[in-house]
């Protein structure tokens, strides 16, 4: 009998042992977030075509930032500057803090920055390490929140390259020196006359001047192209490659019957979603772009096209 009950409190007891060994041996190993660093001296080549933005981060470190302000800078900045880096999961304040986490605009507008570190993730964008020029004061930056509210100096200066260029408009809304908004007629030339930037705006913008001797805004939107013009030089060399009939179109974004697919993405950039239908002998695609822009390609040449205004 007593063996017995030996036995059961012996049997009883080894399961809880085993698991308590293999609980033991397990190694939990936190997921990671991708987070990487760059500094000065392993940043990526700066490309001066490119801002503030996503793709450009890694190559930050060593540049010189201007804090020109957002648009709507009102209520200040909330969860924009902090004190600590705020990607390693710690509570850090927010920088010369006023009221509930917001940074006032007068803290930290109008002045100049150098980045000193970045650090990105997979998921939560990027966090830059800013040291003002006059103080000396550091503040992390979330540049996901108001991404246009600092204008890199390395991207200003290469903007001059477009002094003294010819521009054609693309019919878009532009606004002149006095503030009035305007829509320059199609094919309307105009020619690149100075920089400049605003307080609380958008960022840089280029000078043009029209035939009238009225100046307007006009918006880089990265590589060679501005938004609301296209240079002559463009129209030029977008004839040479796809052909003088297609490539002025191109040039004035403008997608045709008989294009190719590379025409359209130089045209209208990479669509947002793609679909295909695969016949016995040819294959019908569906490119769908923003604006309510539809293209219809049956083996690699345009057949419709469809824009819903």
């Known amino acids: 009998m007593i063996r017995t009950i030996q036995r059961i409190i012996f049997i009883g007891i080894f399961p809880l042992f085993l698991c308590g060994t293999v609980s033991a041996q397990l190694n939990i190993v936190p997921k990671s977030n991708g987070m990487k660093e760059y500094t000065l001296q392993n940043a990526m080549p700066y490309d001066s075509l490119t801002n503030v933005e996503e793709r450009s981060y890694a190559s930050l470190p060593g540049q010189t930032l201007f804090m020109h302000g957002a648009r709507n800078d009102n209520r200040g900045y909330y969860e924009v500057f902090f004190t600590g880096n705020f990607l390693d999961g710690g509570k850090h304040p927010v920088y010369k803090v006023d009221g509930i986490s917001v940074t006032p605009a007068k803290e930290v507008e109008?002045?100049?920055?150098?980045?000193?570190?970045?650090w990105t993730t997979k998921t939560s964008g990027g966090c830059l390490l800013l040291r003002e020029k006059e103080s000396g004061d550091e503040i992390y930056y979330k540049p996901y929140t108001y991404p246009r509210c600092m204008t890199c100096m390395g991207f200003y200066e290469k903007l001059k390259r477009y002094v003294g260029r010819t521009f054609l408009s693309l019919a878009k809304k532009v606004e002149t020196e006095g503030g009035e908004v305007?829509?320059?007629?199609?094919?309307?030339?105009?020619?690149?006359?100075?920089?400049?930037?605003?307080?609380?705006?958008?960022?840089?913008?280029?000078?043009?001047?029209?035939?009238?001797?009225?100046?307007?805004?006009?918006?880089?939107?990265?590589?060679?192209?501005?938004?609301?013009?296209v240079s002559t030089t463009r129209i030029?060399?977008?004839?040479?490659?796809?052909?003088k009939a297609f490539g002025k179109q191109i040039a004035f974004r403008k997608v045709d019957v008989g294009m190719t697919k590379e025409m359209v993405i130089a045209a209208w950039g990479e669509p947002y979603r793609?679909?295909?239908?695969k016949r016995e002998k040819s294959v019908l695609e569906s490119w769908s772009f923003s604006d309510n822009r539809y293209v219809e390609i049956l083996d690699g040449k345009v057949t419709n096209v469809r824009v819903y205004k």
Do not use: H, Q, W
């Not at 305007?182 to 035939?211: H, Q, W």
């Not at 030029?236 to 052909?243: H, V």
């Not at 793609?274 to 239908?277: A, G, T, V, Y």
């Open 274 to 277: 793609k679909s295909e239908i």
């Open 110 to 118: 109008g002045k100049y920055y150098e980045v000193l570190k970045v």
């Open 236 to 243: 030029a060399s977008l004839e040479k490659r796809y052909g």
């Open 182 to 229: 305007i829509t320059p007629v199609e094919g309307a030339e105009y020619r690149c006359v100075d920089i400049g930037l605003k307080m609380n705006s958008d960022g840089a913008f280029l000078i043009m001047e029209g035939a009238d001797g009225v100046k307007v805004e006009a918006f880089p939107i990265g590589g060679d192209e501005v938004y609301e013009f």
